[in-house]
Each structure stands twice: as structure tokens, then as C-alpha cells.
């Protein structure tokens, strides 16, 4: 198969939406403030907290663990303690 084979493929499943859209909307994420930490040197606790307009004390000593089942999942203390 050439170029133009490839082509045709590469549009064909371009065109096609991801499984998980056919029954849900699309909606865009919200954006997390701040600066992504270094990821060769991540900080204790949640990767996310110096980030996060809901972090509590716990979110520093230890990484939450995560929560839910299948795609909707989270790890967050605060999702934990269900606020």
C-alpha cells in the first residue's frame, strides 16, 4: 500500500468520533491553574495540590489513592471524605 493508501486510512479514522462520544457530548476540560511540577522530580503527597482550589492537609504528606471504577475515576482526599 503507498502513500495514498495510508492516507485514506489516517482519514478514515479521523472522521470516525471516539467510542465514548457517541453517547455523551463533548465538553472541553477545565483548565488546573499553576505550573505542572517537574515530572523527574514530583512533589509528596497529590502531584496536584500546589494546584488544586480544594486541597486540605492531608494532600501533602501522602498520594491519594484512587477512587471509582472505570473511566470515572479520581484520587483525591477530598473526593474520599465526599465534598
Do not use: N, Q
Not at 465514548?20 to 509528596?44: M, N
Not at 482526599?77 to 465534598?83: D, I, K, P, R
Request: aromatic share 2%; hydrophobic share 35%; glycine share 10%.
Amino acid at each position: 500500500m503507498g502513500s495514498r493508501g495510508s492516507l485514506g486510512v489516517r482519514e478514515s479514522a479521523a472522521s470516525r468520533p471516539p467510542p465514548s462520544s457517541k453517547t455523551a457530548p463533548r465538553r472541553r476540560l477545565a483548565t488546573i491553574r499553576g505550573v505542572v511540577p517537574d515530572l523527574r522530580a514530583l512533589p509528596a503527597g497529590c502531584r496536584f495540590r500546589d494546584r488544586c482550589d480544594v486541597a486540605i492537609a492531608a494532600c501533602a504528606p501522602e498520594e491519594p489513592k484512587p477512587l471509582g471504577k472505570g473511566e470515572h475515576r479520581a484520587a483525591c482526599f477530598v473526593a474520599e471524605l465526599g465534598t
